[in-house]
């Protein structure tokens, strides 16, 4: 299913290679095998210099560059790279059941359904409804009306109110009489005039909270199928595989009839991965959730529980990440052993911890770097950024290449959209306003307006791009001169002022909708920095996992390092760009600035060796196979044994993965672990990432 889609958006399948192309420093070219594979080795390079690298968004340093590292392949499968989001209270979220299982009412004979009619018919019939509410249905439809309503109800017919009602107020008073009156089995619908369609309900449509309360009562006479009294929100587990959060949402909102904004859920997750998360959903029961999971496909629903509150962006503590990294192989030259590698490489992560750089998914695949395109949005060079966004590319989607080639020939909006992917939003969001102003206008080509045209999340997501690129580029500085030592005018977060009052900084919020790797990024409360004193250095009172540096903006604090802020102002001027001057008219393109931690540590990083035969041999088990392998052994039925742990036993073989396991905060990218660990280009035609169709 994944690979077609990527097919259908003309984009590459993602089994990404790590390492392959190794690195300068383990490479020997004096030996023939080994000048082969850089022979190999500079090919892949030329066939990628159009893409963006980990250099030209500032990614340039490690923390432990002595050690050496690996190659391999990562998300050759989707099910090698799982996610499990840990919610506010530290737990990992794990798929823990498949929803309840309904009970089925006993099926009726015909003719048992049809003495059932009869009867209720003949109840009906005597029915009369309460005076005090009949005096209240005269008043606001009149006796005429109502004698028909009761007709309605008495004979199974139908009517219409020969009065019409404006105000909404009063047609909700008047449903709540008419449902009151009748035991809500009438169903009065507005008509376009106004006036009230009223007939009999079907049997289900309406049932009263204390009926529905007895009606879903488990077999402890506990309401709602056992999961407690109703309350404003449903929280529930989603798993899914191979699947975007935000396309789940709108599935969901889909089959349940609800507007998607009503899904909430804490964090974005990665598509082509297995992943776990908590959402939440308002206005619907658990019975119409639960009912989901026989038409969803790659994702299932359980875990429900009744809350009070829902679920808003940044409501977790971070993600666990299991991780299988195939077709491992050292760089030539290199003489230590792989286990070897893996343990010092992951005790220097666990007591060091890795540069927080935002990954090269935060700059985009083609190769136009979304940071550019930010920089030229800062400079409000609006032309200019809408050739940009335009541009013929080579690493672009090929089905949008047609379009680029025709706008950047003839600069015909109109004969450029035609030919341009629905798929690409911005291309398309400006296209159109293009089209629109040469309809509409004689005037001038207003580039700012369209640019405007683009989604929110989507134009602002070049700003942040920058912002992201000249934080890379300090922090690689800052480690170069500083090392893991904490120097004073280094920032820390001001505990006194971490939940100062003010806007909330959501510039981490935005992710591109093109992200395998999305991250989880927290809507924080606003906070303020402030150096650290050369006594507090002497003092040993803060380390390095304490120092956040800024991305530029005009409400925050830069360094009081003076050699640290002097860089800010010598990355920004070479794109004609001042850091303290970040205020745009344009108030997307007006930029508050956030801070972000220099340094971070993993918890619980673990690794495994193992070996495989094929390459579609699957090596970790997912939260579904060991639900259902539990189920299976607890019920007496088939089971398989090696499903019910995270990882099968190493059954041997000529191919070697490692199984990597950690923990993250939020927004850290568990590719900037593995590049720490492997020692390689994270760029996505680069070492790291080297597609492969």
């Keep these: 299913m994944a690979e077609l889609e990527d097919k259908k958006r003309g984009r590459e399948l993602p089994a990404e290679r790590i390492g392959e192309s190794g690195s300068a420093e383990h490479a020997n070219e004096e030996h023939h095998d080994k000048k082969t594979k850089v022979d190999h080795v500079n090919q892949s390079r030329a066939e990628a210099s159009d893409g963006i690298k980990e250099c030209d968004v500032g990614i340039t340093k490690f923390i432990s560059s002595e050690l050496p590292g690996f190659a391999g392949q990562i998300k050759q499968r989707y099910t090698d790279f799982m996610v499990n989001e840990i919610d506010n209270q530290g737990l990992v979220v794990h798929l823990t059941d498949k929803g309840f299982k309904m009970p089925k009412a006993p099926k009726k004979s015909k003719e048992e359904e049809q003495e059932e009619e009869k009867e209720e018919l003949e109840k009906r019939k005597l029915f009369k409804v309460d005076e005090q509410l009949r005096a209240q249905l005269v008043e606001v439809l009149g006796e005429t009306d109502v004698a028909k309503i009761e007709d309605v109800y008495q004979n199974v017919t139908k009517m219409e109110t020969s009065k019409k009602f404006e105000d909404k107020a009063e047609r909700t008073k008047v449903h709540q009489l008419l449902r009151a009156a009748f035991n809500n089995q009438l169903e009065s619908v507005t008509s376009p005039e106004n006036t009230f369609h009223v007939a009999l309900a079907n049997r ?36 899914k595989e191979n699947k975007d ?17 009503l899904i909430r859920y804490a964090g974005t997750k990665d598509r082509r991965a297995i992943t776990c998360q908590r959402m939440s959903i308002s206005k619907i029961s658990v019975e119409r959730l639960n009912a989901l999971n026989r038409v969803l496909k790659g994702v299932v629903l359980g875990g429900f529980k009744y809350e009070n509150e829902s679920l808003s962006l940044g409501d977790l503590r971070g993600n666990e990440f299991t991780i299988a990294i195939r077709d491992v192989k050292l760089f030539q030259g290199s003489s230590v052993s792989l286990e070897s590698i893996l343990e010092e490489g992951c005790a220097s992560i666990r007591e060091n911890g890795f540069i927080n750089y935002f990954g090269m998914q935060r700059f985009g695949t083609f190769s136009v770097s979304t940071h550019e395109v930010g920089k030229w949005i800062l400079l409000e060079d609006w032309e200019k950024t809408t050739n940009l966004i335009l541009a013929e590319q080579e690493n672009v989607l090929p089905i949008s290449k047609e379009a680029r080639k025709i706008w950047a020939e003839t600069k015909d909006a109109e004969a450029a959209l035609k030919k341009m992917p629905r798929q690409c939003v911005a291309e398309n969001a400006i296209l159109n306003a293009l089209v629109d102003q040469s309809i509409s206008e004689s005037s001038p080509v207003d580039y700012f307006q369209a640019i405007n045209k683009i989604p929110r999340n989507l134009r602002t997501m070049y700003g942040h791009a920058y912002q992201s690129y000249v934080w890379n580029a300090i922090a690689s500085k800052r480690i170069e001169l500083f090392g893991l030592n904490i120097v004073a005018g280094d920032l820390v977060l001001d505990e006194g002022n971490e939940k100062t009052a003010g806007a909330t900084k959501a510039e981490d919020g935005e992710t591109d909708e093109e992200d395998d790797f999305a991250e989880d990024l927290r809507t924080a409360q606003f906070v303020r920095a402030r150096p650290v004193t050369q006594e507090e250095v002497d003092s040993g009172k803060f380390s390095i996992e304490d120092v956040v540096l800024p991305t530029p903006g005009f409400d925050i604090v830069y360094p009081g390092n003076e050699t640290l802020r002097q860089l800010y102002i010598e990355v920004m001027s070479k794109d004609g760009l001042d850091p303290f001057d970040m205020r745009r008219k344009a108030r997307d393109f007006s930029l508050a600035g956030s801070y972000r931690n220099v340094i971070h540590k ?76 492997m020692k390689v280009e994270t760029s996505r035609r680069g070492d790291m990432c080297d597609v492969k169709a």
Excluded at 245 to 261: E, F, H, I, K, S
Excluded at 613 to 640: A, C, V, W
């Design 204 to 239: 289900r449509s309406r049932v009263s909270k204390k009926d529905l309360a007895e009606r879903t009562k488990d077999a402890n006479g506990v309401e709602n199928w056992g999961y407690g009294p109703s309350l404003n929100f449903v929280h529930f587990t989603t798993y």
């Design 245 to 261: 959060t935000m396309d789940v949402a709108n599935v969901l909102a889909r089959y349940l009839r609800v507007p998607t904004r």
């Design 602 to 677: 993993p918890e619980n990083l673990e690794f495994k060796v193992l070996h495989y035969t094929s390459p579609t041999q699957q090596l970790i088990n997912t939260d579904f196979e060991i639900l259902n392998n539990q189920i299976g052994k607890e019920n007496g039925q088939r089971f398989m044994k090696d499903k019910l742990k995270r990882f099968p036993d190493d059954k041997g073989g000529e191919s070697t993965a490692v199984i990597l396991t950690f923990k993250l905060g939020v927004s850290a990218y568990a590719t900037m672990l593995l590049r720490e660990l």
